[in-house]
């Protein structure tokens, strides 16, 4: 990179930086994973004695939602109604906090991809999720969701809690292998201290049940469980069920719309898996399985039975970094970039006239605000990166000295002695020149 190019790099806008006080005195923020309509969700560590550290995934809600008693309400029945479920296969809800910094909610940090992120991902190169793996994938969310469906209050009476947004955006498949389902934003549950006025406004209309569309007040499991059949299709086949088309609504194709079955679409797709999901897909609710546990049973017994082999969580895993091994590696690289500058700064290492800005982080063309506030002084070395580590500076003066002292003398010896051979020997062909015009004149 020319100076040119590096000057005209740390001027372009960058993000502002996150906070550098601990979000509720204990969480200090390192990197930001997403963004939503309500929240965002960032990346945070805890520190302790002998080096412990750990780290959460934090969703803190939009400060211009703080006001707002019917949001805040919402999420703070997301935490209530998520701290209850206990299940390896449901992200962990560990802490709530608000006040000045706003209103957080903490959870196990998942590092991996969405299984919307995977689809996706495998569909840019051209290929799909072998069958055995989205089986896994899905009896995983099964068995999270049928959890949370079996949720009890203190007094030990069933909740009736249905999740309403079953999609592959809420399901993360880690890089152990394991798929957690997560996001109860708009989940449903007896003791919810903010109801929904009007449930059509709650999920995404292509995994939504006619009875969510259609604002039944009365809307149970079996809702979820046609969320998961729609999710299984797709998974499936290798493509959207209720795609979206312009000028058609996808409620209304969700209502009228014949569904097709999985087998006629991809005839590689086994009869018995082919009938669950269109069991599962009845869109007369008492036709279908009535559990999410229902459901999974029935996979499991309909794969035995075509020869399918489900995957375990170690291909699981393995497949989540062939497809999104990119993603991953670039949010650790953004959470150590993060650590180190917390690092520096508790040390007390502050920008100078003597420090030089560096990017570290080669995932991304321009410098994000955490990267601009490293510094580095000159006589220290370069942190460690995978990628030669790309120097941003204002002006060239940070090198005028970059020598050492007699390396600096002999060069400009050197330099001396070139001028002078180049000005004799212009002298001597001048002279020759000269000598050549006067001899001609002579003659003539």
Same mark, same amino acid.
């Given at each position: ?32 994973? %997403? ?16 080096? /412990?550290?750990?780290? &959460? ?11 707002? %008693?019917?949001?805040?309400?919402? /999420? ?27 209103? &957080? ?11 919307? %992120? ?29 959890? #949370?469906?079996?949720?009890? %209050? ?29 996001? &109860? ?36 499991? @079996? ?16 493509? @959207?069920? /209720?795609?979206? @088309? ?49 459901? $999974? ?6 794969? $035995? ?9 170690? #291909? ?5 970094? *062939? ?41 991304? *063309? ?6 601009? $506030? ?9 942190? @460690? ?44 062909? /001048? ?14």
């Amino acid at each position: 990179m020319s100076h040119v190019q590096a000057k005209r790099l740390v001027k372009r806008p960058v993000r502002l930086p996150l906070p550098t006080a601990p979000l509720g005195g204990r969480y200090e923020l390192l990197a930001e994973l %997403g963004a939503g309509g309500m929240g965002k969700v960032l990346v945070a560590r805890t520190v302790g004695a002998a080096g /412990f550290q750990r780290l &959460f995934a934090v969703k803190v809600l939009q400060k211009h939602l703080a006001d707002e %008693g019917d949001f805040v309400t919402m /999420f703070l029945d997301e935490a209530r109604l998520a701290a209850r479920i206990h299940h390896a296969n449901v992200v962990p809800t560990l802490d709530i906090g608000g006040g000045p910094d706003g209103h &957080f909610i903490v959870m196990d940090y998942v590092e991996g991809d969405s299984l919307a %992120g995977l689809v996706e991902r495998s569909r840019d190169i051209g290929t799909r999720l072998p069958m055995g793996v989205a089986l896994r994938i899905v009896l995983d969310a099964l068995e999270g969701l049928h959890a #949370a469906h079996e949720v009890t %209050g203190d007094d030990g009476q069933p909740l009736h809690l249905v999740h309403r947004d079953v999609s592959p955006d809420n399901l993360l498949v880690g890089v152990d292998g394991v798929s957690r389902l997560t996001d &109860f934003g708009v989940a449903r549950a007896r003791n919810r201290l903010h109801t929904t006025r009007d449930p059509r406004c709650k999920g995404k209309h292509a995994y939504m049940s006619p009875e969510q569309i259609l604002a039944s007040r009365d809307v149970d499991r @079996r809702a979820d469980v046609y969320g998961m059949g729609v999710l299984l299709w797709e998974c499936l086949v290798g493509e @959207r069920l /209720f795609a979206a @088309r312009k000028g058609e609504p996808t409620y209304e194709r969700v209502l009228r719309e014949p569904i097709r079955e999985p087998r006629s679409v991809d005839p590689s797709v086994p009869q018995a898996l082919s009938d669950v999901v269109m069991k599962a897909l009845e869109r007369d609710r008492s036709r279908r399985y009535a559990t999410a546990a229902a459901l $999974a049973a029935a996979i499991d017994d309909a794969a $035995a039975r075509s020869g399918v082999a489900i995957a375990r969580p170690s #291909a699981v895993g393995q497949l989540v970094m *062939e497809i999104s091994g990119d993603k991953v590696y670039g949010e650790r690289r953004r959470v150590r970039v993060a650590i180190e500058r917390s690092r520096r700064r508790a040390e007390g290492a502050t920008a100078t006239s003597d420090g030089v800005p560096v990017m570290l982080s080669p995932w991304t *063309e321009e410098p994000t605000a955490d990267e601009q $506030a490293l510094t580095i002084d000159r006589t220290s070395p370069a942190p @460690r990166t995978r990628r030669p580590v790309t120097m941003t500076v204002e002006s060239p003066s940070p090198f005028r000295h970059s020598r050492p002292p007699e390396a600096t003398t002999v060069c400009s010896r050197r330099r001396t002695a070139r001028m002078w051979m180049v000005g004799l020997g212009g002298g001597v062909l /001048f002279a020759s020149a000269v000598a050549v015009l006067v001899t001609c004149l002579a003659t003539a």
